[in-house]
């Protein structure tokens, strides 16, 4: 028989090993359901219901129960940069999805999230989504991603239509958005490399 859970705290660390000192790699926030997969003395590996996420958190920080919890509800916004600007200033955080702390995918998948739109949790997964938009014709609300010299997708924003990106890199911050990239008019360097538009 399936086991689930509901998170009952605001935060709860997802972790890559059933320890404290493992790396976080996500958070489920309040009433998140998520479904058991294995059993560990004090740690359960369980699958978020929402993005299917796997990792590990504390068997203290879960309401239990045999039954399938409704899904959270979807935000009614319908403004992307306008809910990313209320994170603006939040540090950047590995794994995080709270004001307190957020990394860049985790922005995009709350804001939209809010939103009404259902996107993965990494960035690699976000690029997959939706349809591409040439530079050319980027709007508010698109998605640029960022690619390493290998061609990974390593980052994500959210375009404000307007020559700038609201992104999670170090903090929460507005940046210039160019066709090569993002661009940091101190130093008139690329710190990112522009991937690709995606429009979901």
Request: with cysteine.
């Amino acid at each position: 028989m399936k086991q689930y859970g509901t998170v009952f705290l605001s935060a709860v660390p997802m972790r890559a090993l059933p320890s404290h000192k493992s790396e976080m790699v996500n958070q489920l926030l309040q009433d998140d359901g998520v479904e058991i997969l294995d059993v560990q003395p004090e740690w359960l590996k369980v699958r978020s219901l929402y993005d299917g996420y796997e990792g590990w958190v504390s068997d203290k920080q879960l309401r239990l129960s045999n039954d399938c919890p409704p899904e959270p509800p979807m935000g009614n916004e319908s403004d992307p940069v306008a809910v990313a600007e209320q994170y603006l200033d939040a540090p950047y955080l590995w794994g995080g999805r709270t004001i307190m702390g957020i990394d860049c995918s985790g922005l995009v998948q709350v804001v939209f999230r809010a939103c009404g739109k259902r996107l993965p949790r990494d960035a690699s997964q976000q690029a997959q989504c939706g349809v591409a938009v040439p530079f050319s014709e980027i709007k508010s609300g698109d998605l640029a991603f960022f690619s390493n010299p290998e061609g990974k997708i390593i980052h994500v924003g959210i375009a404000d239509g307007d020559g700038g990106i609201i992104h999670s890199s170090g903090y929460v911050h507005r940046a210039t958005l160019d066709p090569t990239g993002i661009l940091d008019i101190r130093t008139g360097t690329y710190s990112h490399h522009l991937d690709r538009i995606r429009r979901v």
